[in-house]
Each structure stands twice: as structure tokens, then as C-alpha cells.
């Protein structure tokens, strides 16, 4: 899986408390991996009706989404 527009593999989920605060997760494989900084705050699961962004383009869509491109 990856980016269907830029193909990057790294991402970022809202706070569904607050939507300034993010936690940034990496693709590798099938797998989300949050980053250890991120981890370390309330980051939400991702499933697949979870709202993704990419961290490089403007890119959004559901989980679902990224895994069906």
C-alpha cells in the first residue's frame, strides 16, 4: 500500500478529540506502524472506516480506500 497520488507511505490520523492533534504512522507491508513520538500520545487504531492523510500531498480517504489503490 501507499500514497495512489505521490506514493508515499507515511501518513497521519486526527485526534477525533481535537483535530489539530495528529498521530503519524508509516506503511511497511499491510502493517501501521505509528511513530514512537506519536505512540506515546492517545493515537486512535486505524481501521477501515478511519480517515488517513497523506504526509506529503493532499491526499485523504478512508483507510479502506488506501487499501483498495
Known sequence: MKCP??????FFVK???DEY???EFEL??????FD???AE??????????????EKCS???TF???KNS
Open 5 to 10: 497520488v505521490c506514493g508515499s507511505l507515511n
Open 64 to 66: 479502506q480506500e488506501l
Open 28 to 33: 511497511k507491508g499491510d502493517d501501521v506502524v
Open 41 to 54: 500520545s492517545d493515537c486512535a487504531e486505524v481501521n477501515s472506516d478511519t480517515e488517513v492523510f497523506c
Open 15 to 17: 485526534d477525533s478529540e
Open 59 to 61: 491526499w485523504h480517504d
Open 21 to 23: 492533534e495528529t498521530c
Open 36 to 38: 514512537p513520538e506519536s
